[in-house]
């Protein structure tokens, strides 16, 4: 039989339910690394020849500097690590202008500002290795790159967090810098706050996973180490207890969390966020309740292929693939997966490795989450979240990372491979327009959102001239869509359902018919259904291109086709997907009934509320 990929998953046979396993965890993830160090002592680690936007230097440096967020717990937490004085020579060696091995200077907005942040940690959490064995032209070296790096403008993001991190560091040490720059920015940070815990990552039109393992994992980082009574700290603390009511409803009950946005390359650090919480000591929820969803998350990784032959964490997340990758993912970029490792910086006799690990407890209702415009649907295994759509036009693939209508933590999303192949287009979560059967246009952002209970409404136009209102309505397994167009000429129109994985050959079993379409693969059902729209639809069950899903490879989707005429006409549709293929059936075969939409407009018009996510006045384009 051929090796299953994911035996070198540096997880794989890995029970991770203790310390312990998280220890052997990090060290069999780190161990991968070690051949591709750079030989001359720099600070540098070049894994393949993929490349980012930024220099080739600079992604070196990223390889050497993303593995010290689980090293430095490790050290802190008192565990042995033989390659201390490897990294502690790269780093003096990388810094020094006159070294081989220098890794540049920084400039503006430049990647080197962003691994950084965790020499800055480095200092501030273990200076006995860093800082402390440095002769006195080291300690100048770094200290005198780092006070020039901070000197320099940041992206307005999380980014900003990277300065403070740098200058937590040069304080502990000793290091004098201008402190005002320092609180410039925790200013810009606070003025990003929505409220309910929720941040944007700077003035833009979306909310994402950047939020738990960016804005509230530096922020418990802060609040961990801030000096006693420091009034931001105490924010800080505030805004992740609030956070972890709602962030919950991200993850299912087998540990899988919502695939949603960019930067998912990073994998585990959405376990950041929980881990951060206990490097704060900050019991948001039981101490059981944070470790579940920390190990379960952990866990949830452990049988996939996101590895190359070697061990290396690959570009890619359920698999290695570069397509749904963003412009600035470097081949090491996949190691901020090790800001997981954080509460490794904890002793065992902390309450969060005491506690037993508590299972999750899924809600029985749809949840609304107002900020990101999202409600939240929970099934064994699967958690779903209805979305008003948000923007992301600078990513590469934005529209499918921000603007589907569903996204899911089993069944992931895809990204398109074809623009010009209307006719093979995955579309799962999502609607799409062509005017020539070719080309094709799916929603990029909204002008209008709004959430109400638990359904959510957004306008968009897939086109200057055609505009679509879309309603969502969480309906048990089901979710319901309605979509009002309203078009000056006729239009090819693809709707999908939920991609699920693909077998081998003919084993899957489909279904196509007008107005309806499923596929039941051994463990999985998905399915879509017309409810009464204005215009016929055909099913299909799509077998679309290769290597678009985000979590297995091979995928099927569901969708239904057709024209709809110049004017106004009316789309209603129900889609489910489920490994729980006993209720599933049973309610494919008692399709939801469709809402009365003068009664959904009537809600919308009486209790609807703006999303937080799109509120500014005006986004990056």
């Known amino acids: 039989m051929p090796i299953d990929p994911s035996r070198s998953n540096p ?9 312990a396993d998280v220890v052997k965890a990090l060290d069999d993830s ?3 690394l070690l051949p591709y160090f750079d030989p001359g002592g720099g600070a540098r680690v070049r894994l393949d020849a993929a490349a980012a936007h930024f220099d080739r230097a600079a992604a070196d440096f990223e390889g050497f500097a993303r593995p010290l967020w689980g090293l430095l717990p490790l050290a802190k937490g008192g565990e042995p690590f033989a390659h201390w004085a490897m990294y502690r020579d790269g780093l003096a060696n990388g810094l020094d202008p006159e070294h081989p091995g220098f890794i540049g200077r920084a400039g503006p907005r430049d990647q080197r500002l962003v691994e950084l942040a965790v020499i800055g940690l480095a200092l501030r959490l273990c200076p006995d290795i860093f800082w402390e064995p440095l002769d006195a032209r080291a300690r100048k070296n770094v200290a005198n790159y780092l006070l020039e790096a901070r000197r320099h403008d940041y992206a307005d993001n999380n980014w900003r967090f990277f300065r403070v991190l740098v200058d937590m560091g040069l304080k502990h ?3 004098a810098f201008d402190e005002s720059l320092t609180e410039a920015y925790l200013d810009e940070i606070d003025g990003w706050y929505l409220g309910d815990g929720w941040y944007r990552d700077g003035n833009v039109r979306r909310i994402d996973h950047y939020i738990p393992f960016a804005m509230h994992f530096y922020g418990l980082i802060y609040a961990a180490l801030a000096a006693p009574g420091d009034p931001r700290a105490a924010r800080f603390r505030e805004r992740a207890r609030l956070f972890a009511q709602d962030i919950r409803h991200w993850f299912d009950d087998a540990g899988g969390a919502l695939a949603f946005g960019r ?7 959405m376990a950041g966020f929980w881990g951060a919480l206990a490097f704060a000591d900050e019991e948001a929820l039981p101490w059981g309740v944070v470790k579940g969803h920390y190990l379960r998350h952990l866990r949830w990784w452990a049988d996939k292929p996101i590895a190359h032959r070697d061990g290396v964490l690959s570009v890619g997340y359920g698999y290695p693939n570069l ?3 963003e412009n600035y993912n470097s081949a090491g970029s996949p190691y901020w997966a090790f800001k997981a490792f954080l509460p490794l910086a904890l002793p065992e006799s902390h309450p969060f490795w005491q506690a037993r690990e508590e299972p999750a407890e899924p809600a029985s209702e749809p949840v609304p989450l107002r900020h990101p415009g999202m409600v939240m649907t929970q099934s064994p295994g699967n958690v779903v979240a209805l979305s008003c759509g948000q923007e992301n036009l600078a990513m590469r693939f934005g529209s499918e990372k921000y603007a589907k209508f569903v996204y899911s933590s089993r069944y992931g999303f895809s990204v398109e491979s074809d623009e010009r192949n209307f006719g093979l287009a995955a579309l ?4 799409a327009f062509s005017d020539d059967g070719l080309h094709f246009r799916m929603r990029e952002g909204n002008e209008e959102a709004q959430i109400a209970g638990d359904s959510l409404f957004a306008r ?12 969502l309505v969480p309906a048990g397994l089901w979710h319901i869509r309605l979509h009002r167009i309203v078009t000056p000429r006729p239009l090819l129109t693809a709707e999908g359902g939920f991609a699920i994985a693909r077998a081998d050959g003919a084993a899957d079993r489909t279904e196509e018919a007008d107005g309806r379409a499923c596929v039941t693969s051994a463990t999985d059902f ?9 215009v016929t639809r055909r099913g299909i069950a799509s077998k679309v291109a290769p290597n678009t899903n985000l979590i297995v490879a091979k995928t099927t989707v569901p969708q239904l086709r057709a024209t709809v005429p110049a004017g106004e006409s009316l789309l209603v549709t129900a889609a489910l997907a489920s490994p729980d293929l006993a209720a599933v059936r049973a309610a494919w075969a008692n399709p939801p009934p469709a809402p009365d939409l003068p009664t959904v407009e009537r809600l919308f018009a009486t209790k609807g509320e703006r999303v937080s996510a799109i509120m500014i006045e005006e986004a990056p384009r």
């Open 11 to 19: 997880f794989a046979g890995n029970p991770l339910r203790t310390r």
């Open 30 to 32: 780190f161990a991968p």
């Open 173 to 175: 040490v000793g290091v």
């Open 263 to 269: 930067s998912l390359t990073y994998r585990y650090a």
């Open 323 to 325: 397509l749904m990758s």
């Open 428 to 431: 799962d979560g999502m609607l």
């Open 460 to 471: 968009w136009r897939p086109f200057p001239d055609v505009l679509v209102d879309t309603w």
């Open 526 to 534: 998905s399915g879509i259904a017309d409810l009464g729209s204005t």
